[in-house]
Structures are given as structure tokens and as C-alpha cells.
């Protein structure tokens, strides 16, 4: 079994910076894939970001390139994604997600765990 916890999540103002963290506990954590998926109100989860357990595979959704990086310390068993140029669109509660397999998904269904999420507000 493994437990997310996903935090740093926030109101900011349009053109703004966020970075979300998510720890992981009960699993080795090198050996997970792991994502970002964000879901706004009255919308499906929709995939954000995926890396590789030895941060090799890389995955960002179109929406979010260029914008947003997600990395991983295997160390502090913990994922992070920061985001900058923040828009209103972007609002969102943000997922963290888990993987056992080496490489992430953009599908939300080849995810075994899931964070509680943490609100993301981007103010115009």
C-alpha cells in the first residue's frame, strides 16, 4: 500500500508561481511511476505530468508545457510540480498519483494510488 500526501496548493494571482509537493510512504518509492492530474469543477481528471521512478520519461500534457515541471527526489520519497505562469484555467484541485511500474501514464485508469488533493486557484 501507499499513501500520498499532496500540499503547497494555494491562491495566487494570474502570471504566478506554485510549487506542490506530494510524499509518499509505504512502498519503495523509486520503484513507482508517478503523475499530476488536476480536475476543475463540472470536469474530468485530466492528466498534467508523469515521470519515470529514475526520472528518465518525462510526460507533460500540451496544456502545460512549457509552464509547469515535475521532478522527483527518491530521497525525501516525495514529487513535486512546479508551476509557473499561472492562469485561470489551471484552477483545479491537483492529484498526485501512483504507479507501480516504471514508466508513467497519461492514462488516470494505470494509476494504483491517489493522493486526497490540494486546491489550486488562479485569481484574474
Known amino acids: 500500500q501507499v499513501q500520498l500526501v499532496e500540499s503547497g496548493g494555494g491562491l495566487v494571482q494570474a502570471g504566478g508561481s506554485l510549487r506542490l509537493s506530494c510524499a509518499a510512504s509505504g512502498r519503495t518509492f523509486s520503484s513507482l511511476a508517478m503523475g499530476w492530474f488536476r480536475q476543475a469543477p463540472g470536469k474530468e481528471r485530466e492528466f498534467v505530468a508523469a515521470?519515470?521512478?529514475?526520472?528518465?520519461?518525462?510526460y507533460y500534457a500540451d496544456s502545460v508545457k512549457g509552464r509547469f515541471t515535475i521532478s522527483r527526489d527518491n530521497a525525501k520519497n516525495t514529487v513535486y510540480l512546479q508551476m509557473n505562469s499561472l492562469q485561470p484555467e489551471d484552477t483545479a484541485v491537483y492529484y498526485c498519483?501512483?504507479?507501480?511500474?516504471?514508466?508513467?501514464?497519461?492514462?488516470?485508469?494505470?494509476?494504483?494510488?491517489w493522493g486526497q488533493g490540494t486546491q489550486v486557484t488562479v485569481s484574474s
Open positions: 515521470i519515470s521512478g529514475g526520472s528518465v520519461n518525462i
Open positions: 498519483a501512483a504507479r507501480r511500474y516504471y514508466s508513467g501514464s497519461y492514462y488516470k485508469n494505470e494509476y494504483n494510488y
